[in-house]
């Protein structure tokens, strides 16, 4: 199911009950779209989340952990100083259309009180986070600014007045209720009535249409079937479903679709949180890392191309000889080469005086010649050590990107930015500003295992580089997949159960490049027994006398076992 007027009925509902009354304590703008509001009620903080992502926009408590930027935005700043202090007076949807108003009574700068709201739009890439002075419709802030030549329906800026989208013209089934669908019942056939449904109500997306169109041809009373059906948006069971082919989709309630499961949740936040938990993840990471993902390919592709030409090179040498054979044949027979002959034929005393064919250059005689092919033989012996050793620094150049590439397609938004200090130490990324503070590095992600034990886990080279040379007891135990590019993970514990050793490993598997193979190897061993080698790059590292697991990754115990912030 889309985030349409329907599910946004429920989740206004659900905010109601949970957050109406609570007072706002923080603001945070973790994202370029979006905004965390800390609502404390009843004794407990409600983390909401009010997006206007593009392709992730909706409203909801989360409590997937989020990094805030290290120097605030303008638009939170904003923010905080209307909304910091002030209680959520009531929560409203605009007819049943995607748009939520939070409304709060703030003080102006003379210390009059004034009630602002906070009106979330959530249209697919026309989505938006508006501030609004209520007696006047004045637009304060807004997220996103849009020119108006982009948009010449409304004007999206600070100070303009605040319009809504153009209406739809069609029922608010909330409050005209369903009885005219008795005309569509009798009148018209089945596979007709989403699309009726759609064009007469507000808020209906396909899926929603299709779902109340199986929920009223049921047995019984048609209209009781669909009050009935329309009803459970007021007291939403949360459904996440999962089809035959892994894929994902939502309901408030479950309302029989086809899936090959359906797992429950007390609250659309939680459901929600399950459902984005991936997706969203992935796309703040790719919107963050667009630029450091860009610079690790042009240096993959650059080292790559090296490697070819440096095997060609090598490839030349091993053909050394034949040089050496040809400049031998014309210093021998030097009469039989005159000036303007582009080849010569002289037998080979090295094979059998089988006739031997040889470029020439028609300016040169054949002593020439044969001095010509002495050099390039003499060349091409003298660069076998240095390509060889070129050799090896591009193929360690060639392991490093496969390695941030890994670590790039498991990181948070939160490691991102290791990673682009990383980069920009190394000098792949240059900057005119050169900071003499030492750049602050994110901590690991933090595991507890099915017994207690403390695990941790790197999820770049900064923190594995901390987290396993400078942190790690030297007792406790440290694991890697083997030979393929993915994070250190630490056991605190010197004598880790059996289980707490195979959830390490699995760990190990699913944040390395073997995320989606079964029976990774896993190497383990104590962390004092790690070496790096001077000179090597950021979380390099050598070891000796490992020990190896092998396991399946396993994304479920990945979330069961992360410790919640």
Do not use: C
């Amino acid at each position: 199911m889309p985030l349409d007027g329907l599910f946004t009925h429920a989740i206004v509902h659900e905010l109601n009950t949970l957050i109406t009354g609570g007072r706002i304590t923080k603001v945070h703008q973790p994202y370029s779209n979006e905004i965390v509001l800390v609502v404390r009620n009843n004794g407990q903080n409600y983390p909401l989340l009010l997006s206007a992502h593009p392709s992730y926009a909706r409203a909801q408590i989360t409590y997937i952990p989020y990094e805030n930027p290290q120097t605030a935005p303008n638009f939170v700043m904003f923010l905080r100083r209307y909304l910091e202090g002030t209680k959520i007076q009531r929560i409203e949807q605009v007819d049943n259309d995607r748009i939520i108003n939070f409304y709060v009574n703030a003080r102006d700068e003379l210390g009059d009180v004034q009630e602002i709201r906070v009106t979330l739009e959530m249209m697919g890439r026309h989505s938006n986070l508006f501030l609004v002075r209520e007696h006047d419709n004045r637009i304060l802030e807004l997220i996103k600014h849009v020119p108006a030549d982009q948009n010449r329906v409304r004007s999206l800026f600070p100070g303009a007045t605040y319009i809504l989208p153009p209406a739809q013209n069609l029922l608010n089934p909330f409050e005209s209720g369903l009885d005219s669908l008795a005309s569509m019942i009798l009148d018209e056939p089945f596979d007709n009535w989403a699309k009726q449904i759609q064009s007469t109500f507000q808020g209906f997306s396909r899926d929603s249409a299709l779902a109340l169109a199986r929920a009223i041809n049921q047995d019984g009373d048609h209209l009781a079937n669909a009050r009935h059906w329309l009803a459970q948006f007021d007291n939403p069971q949360p459904t996440l479903f999962t089809s035959a082919n892994g894929g994902f989709s939502y309901a408030a309630f479950n309302w029989q679709q086809e899936s090959a499961s359906a797992q429950s949740f007390n609250t659309i936040g939680e459901m929600l949180d399950a459902y984005y938990v991936g997706k969203a993840e992935r796309e703040r990471v790719n919107q963050q890392a667009g630029s450091l993902v860009r610079v690790v390919k042009n240096e993959l592709k650059k080292n790559i191309t090296k490697r070819k030409k440096l095997l060609n090179t090598l490839s030349d040498a091993e053909n050394a000889d034949d040089l050496k054979v040809k400049g031998d044949l014309l210093i021998t027979y030097p009469h039989l080469v005159e000036k303007g002959m582009t080849s010569v034929q002289i037998e080979n005393y090295y094979d059998n005086n089988n006739l031997l064919s040889i470029t020439l250059d028609p300016k040169l005689n054949g002593l020439k010649n044969a001095e010509k092919y002495f050099t390039k033989y003499r060349k091409l012996r003298t660069a076998v050590d240095f390509v060889n050793e070129q050799l090896a620094l591009t193929d360690a150049e060639i392991s490093y990107f496969n390695n941030i590439m890994a670590q790039l397609d498991v990181a948070s938004p939160k490691d991102v930015e290791d990673i682009r200090i990383e980069l920009t130490t190394e000098g792949y990324i240059r900057t005119k500003k050169k900071s003499k503070q030492r750049p602050k590095v994110s901590h690991p992600d933090r595991f507890e295992s099915s017994d207690g034990t403390l695990i941790e886990v790197g999820k770049n080279n900064l923190q594995n580089e901390r987290l396993s040379l400078k942190q790690a007891d030297r007792r406790d135990i440290w694991l890697h997949v083997q030979k393929i590019p993915g994070s250190h993970v630490i056991i605190h514990d010197a004598n880790p159960s059996e289980a707490t050793l195979i959830e390490a490993a699995k760990l190990a598997a699913y944040y390395s490049k073997a995320r989606d193979s079964a029976n990774v190897p896993v190497d383990y061993l104590p962390a004092g027994k790690l070496r790096k080698p001077n000179g090597a790059k950021p979380g390099f590292v050598i070891f000796e006398g490992q020990q190896t697991l092998y396991v399946t990754p396993d994304a479920a115990l990945v979330s069961q076992l992360k410790i919640k912030k």
